[in-house]
């Protein structure tokens, strides 16, 4: 079996739960980095790690790939409505890891330890996070990392967003935000 095809595979296997989940339903239609989604951007974490976590297998080295691909894909949920939900980016970049631990005990019937870690400290070594104590944390904040970038320089992967499309999102969001200001 091929990477890729493994690779899906996985994915259906610890997480499609939380794809099949509405949750995730609304980070589809939520932007993230500009030229993405909530959706998208998880998914590709959640793949970027397994790649990670079979090429350590190649090395010798074990990984928890269940705990990865849950943390993975729950680690941004708690950005969902982070216009109505947080004062500004900062504190959306602060305290979005703590919530997305609050939708992922939701979508998990038990929320293991492992998985709570890659979860709240995946910001790491930015946003004041501590590091993570698992390897897996480690393998998803890097996986969180890269993916943040190619959702930035590249976009979505489904359809692609062109200039005029990132500066509208960019201004709508600016929009939001300043009308947020001046309600209080």
């Not at 074990?62 to 849950?70: F, I, L």
């Not at 894909?73 to 216009?83: A, E, K, T, V």
């Amino acid at each position: 079996m091929k990477l890729k095809e493994k690779i899906k595979a996985e994915l259906e296997r610890y997480g499609g739960g939380i794809l099949d989940s509405e949750e995730m339903r609304l980070a589809s239609g939520q932007t993230h980095h500009t030229r993405s989604t909530v959706a998208e951007h998880t998914r590709r974490v959640a793949e970027n790690s397994l790649a990670i976590c079979h090429a350590l297998n190649m090395l010798g080295i074990a990984t928890d790939r269940k705990a990865v691909v849950e943390g993975a894909l729950c680690h941004d949920l708690g950005i969902l409505g982070r216009d109505e939900k947080y004062e500004n980016e900062q504190e959306c970049y602060r305290r979005h890891a703590d919530d997305s631990v609050e939708v992922a005990r939701k979508l998990l019937d038990d929320l293991p330890e492992k998985t709570k870690d890659i979860i709240e400290r995946h910001m790491w070594p930015t946003a004041g996070s501590r590091r993570p104590s698992h390897l897996e944390g480690f393998i998803v904040s890097a996986a969180d990392k890269a993916a943040a970038v190619e959702d930035i320089i590249v976009g979505s992967r489904l359809k692609p967003a062109d200039l005029r499309t990132t500066l509208r999102n960019i201004a709508e969001r600016r929009r939001r935000r300043a009308w947020k200001t001046k309600k209080r």
